[in-house]
């Protein structure tokens, strides 16, 4: 979906003052007559009404299918948190030692598993079949 540059949106509305990818407009009308292309999204700031912005898109055909004002107002830096609500905390982390004690903990238990099957060793001595013996009769 192409995004209209700040080059296009000069040539659509001129004389009026952009600087960067921000769009200032005059009041709600301006905001509502700010002429797009199609598939685009534009921020528009309002120069008279301090404090309210404008989110503005097209369709595919050029007509306007988002436009919503939304009032901003400054945040102190330390009042922002850290870490988003969707990001996972370090508590949901294994540590390497937490992870070792686990790996020696499953070898314990496959060797623990694999132990009486190592010691019954039912073949005490291999077959003989080139005297008379049979695949069959291998135990004795």
Known sequence: MPQTTSMNNRSLNPGVANTGNINWVSGLNGGKNWRMYANSTD????????????????????????????????????????????????????????????????LDAIKAMNAPAQNNNYRKRKPNYNNGGSQNNERT
């Open 43 to 106: 921020i528009l700031m309002d120069n008279l009404n301090k404090g309210i912005m404008y989110i503005k898109s097209t369709d595919e055909t050029g007509a306007v299918k988002l436009f919503k004002a939304y009032k901003y107002d400054e945040i102190p830096m330390d009042e922002i948190p850290m870490q988003d609500v969707d990001t996972p905390g370090m508590g949901n982390f294994v540590t390497k030692d937490d992870l070792s004690a686990f790996k020696a903990e499953m």
